[in-house]
Nanobody, 119 residues
């Protein structure tokens, strides 16, 4: 089993920055990729960014150039640095981890952290 704990959300003014953290614990060796999705009220959940074990990174077009995903393997933590935030970035941000354990693929989610961009 893998458990994820997110932190770093909050209220920020337009143009501001936030850094989200996602700490993994448990069967960390089984993780192949981690990333972030977000879901705004009344909207579908959408990918924000992902990073794989080999360092491959993928960003949603809506956040390219404004967000950076990174990982600290020593801390088993993935970060999402978000800059130049816009009101439309307001959403619950959820961390996920994808992997394979006992031959079975899995995806686990964190509890989510609220990001609100407002003046």
């Amino acid at each position: 089993q893998v458990q994820l704990v997110e932190s770093g959300g909050g209220l920020v003014q337009p143009g501001g920055s936030l850094r989200l953290s996602c700490a993994a614990s448990g069967s960390i060796f089984s993780i192949n990729a981690m990333g972030w999705y977000r879901q705004a009220p009344g909207k579908q959940r959408e990918l924000v960014a992902t990073i794989t074990n080999d360092g491959s990174i993928n960003y949603a077009d809506s956040v390219k150039g404004r967000c950076t995903i990174s990982r600290d393997n020593a801390k088993n933590t993935v970060y999402l640095q978000m800059n130049s935030l816009k009101p439309e970035d307001t959403a619950v941000y959820c961390c996920h981890a994808d992997g394979r354990l006992i031959g079975m693929p899995y995806r686990v989610w964190g509890q989510g952290t609220q990001v609100t961009v407002s003046s």
